[in-house]
């Protein structure tokens, strides 16, 4: 089993809808979570980090369940510059503290 | 700006030469930087750790004896790919632990290596 398993997408949506990921982890030792983006042929750039409590960045909201194990991203109000590549990562402090990243699910926002 | 650099950016090579990928902290120390490969629509897969002044720490599955990593200082790792065929053309990025903003991980941006 994957460590960090998220859906491959892709989700087309059109421009101002509200769109969400999921993503679950199977270590339950893994303390810090976060949501990076990627575009196409560049290194990922960290979106935000996940805490406990919930945390909101401008259209961005990322949330932590830490009883079923997964992570979540909402997109509110989407913009076509918001297409990309989404991937969630977590840290596997039991194993060195790498950060081992999900599949990654493709977002395109359509006019 | 930048916090993490890698060289070259792209390369192609010959099947059979070996390839020399550096990644360079600019603004911290690392002691510990980390080598990823990425294939056409997968995702980051880690290959290994890199700690200063020690050996790596290789993922399951990659030979250390071909993808050669070596941490000599606190800014600079370096992955060579030995003997590259077309297979290990990919996406190789690297990252590096600030020890000072825990959790901190900067990626640089990539190098893209063809092997013809």
């Known amino acids: 089993r994957k460590e960090v398993e998220q859906d491959p997408g892709p989700f087309n949506v059109p421009e101002g809808a509200t769109v969400a990921f999921n993503c679950t982890y199977s270590?339950?030792?893994?303390?810090?979570f976060f949501w990076y983006r990627q575009d196409c042929r560049k290194e990922p750039k960290l979106l935000m980090s996940?805490?406990?409590s919930g945390n909101e960045d401008g259209r961005f909201t990322a949330q932590l369940n830490r009883a079923s194990q997964y992570i979540s991203l909402l997109i509110r109000d989407s913009k076509l510059s918001d297409s990309a590549t989404y991937l969630c990562?977590?840290?596997?402090?039991?194993?060195?503290?790498?950060?081992?990243f999900g599949q990654g699910t493709e977002l395109s926002v359509k006019p | 700006g930048a916090v993490v650099s890698q060289h070259p950016s792209r390369v192609i090579c010959k099947s059979g030469t070996s390839v020399k990928i550096e990644c360079r902290s600019l603004?911290?120390?690392?002691?510990?930087m980390f080598w990823y490969r990425q294939f056409p629509k997968q995702s980051l897969m880690l290959m290994a750790t890199?700690?200063?002044?020690?050996?790596?720490?290789?993922e399951q599955g990659v030979e250390k004896d071909k993808f050669l990593i070596n941490h000599a200082s606190l800014t600079l790792s370096t992955l060579t790919v030995t003997s590259a065929h077309p297979e290990d053309s990919s996406f190789y990025i690297c990252?590096?632990?600030?020890?000072?903003?825990?959790?901190?991980?900067?990626f640089g941006p990539g190098t893209r290596l063809t092997v013809l």
């Open positions: 270590n339950s030792a893994s303390q810090s």
């Open positions: 603004d911290f120390q690392a002691t510990t």
């Open positions: 990252s590096a632990r600030d020890p000072g903003r825990a959790d901190t991980q900067y």
């Open positions: 996940v805490y406990s």
């Open positions: 990562a977590v840290i596997l402090y039991n194993q060195g503290g790498k950060l081992i």
């Open positions: 890199s700690n200063e002044g020690s050996k790596a720490t290789y």
